[in-house]
């Protein structure tokens, strides 16, 4: 079965540092997508991306696949507190009905 | 912004009872899915619903689960006999076509004692 590993698993920087998470999976990816958690809450979705080298921003995320080495990255531009929380990336297979989620990454932007 | 919407936000259990997860989805989606997430773990698939029947579950959607539409906008988990381990935030999602871009609601965070 298709597992997705995140690196890193948590990750503190300072308020105006750039970071970047990636999600790495075992199998092809077909669909990719990135949700944020706080902790004990719900999952908002922030991305998807479907092809390969596809790039998507949303005020200062940005998501990239790169389909031939089977991964993601998200990356953010001058965090900030609001960016705390658990990032998780989440992958489908075609003919399939289901996500399968990755391990998560925590972060903690600290002010 | 349409949302999902789930209640209870947190309910609490003796093991041994049943338990019914409740959730709105987005009115205009036609797939729906429960997941869950023991505290501290990955957020698990547990099954995925469409034309009024399950289309995919997981190992751990097993007999003591089941999922219902009764009335064309709720879909609700029923648990019949909670076990400890049943604890968990349990999340619904829905989307307009497959798994693409699904919605999650805000969990409902069940604590079996």
């Known amino acids: 079965s298709q597992e997705l590993e995140q690196s890193p698993q948590s990750l503190i920087v300072q308020e105006g540092k750039n970071l970047t998470i990636n999600c790495t999976s075992s199998k092809t990816l077909y669909g990719l997508y990135w949700y944020k958690q706080k902790y004990g809450e719900g999952l908002i979705f922030l991305m998807m991306?479907?092809?390969?080298?596809e790039e998507k921003s949303h005020e200062k995320i940005t998501a990239k696949l790169d389909e031939k080495k089977q991964q993601s990255s998200l990356h953010i531009t001058a965090s900030q507190p609001s960016h705390a929380g658990i990032y998780l990336c989440g992958a489908d297979r075609p003919g399939t009905y289901k996500y399968i989620f990755g391990t998560g990454t925590r972060l903690k932007v600290l002010a | 912004e349409p949302e999902v919407t789930q209640t209870p936000s947190h309910q609490v259990t003796q093991m041994g009872q049943e338990v019914i997860l409740r959730c709105v989805p987005i009115s205009n989606h036609l797939y729906f899915y429960w997941y869950r997430q023991i505290l501290g773990q990955k957020v698990e698939f547990l099954v995925s619903f469409y034309n009024n029947e399950i289309s995919e579950k997981s190992e751990i959607f097993d007999d003591q689960f089941s999922v219902e539409r009764p009335d064309g906008s709720n879909f609700t988990l029923k648990i019949r006999s909670t076990k400890l381990e049943d604890s968990a935030m349990y999340f619904c999602a829905s989307s307009g076509g497959g798994p693409t871009e699904a919605f999650f609601g805000q969990g409902t965070r069940l604590t079996v004692v």
């Open positions: 991306l479907q092809k390969g080298g």
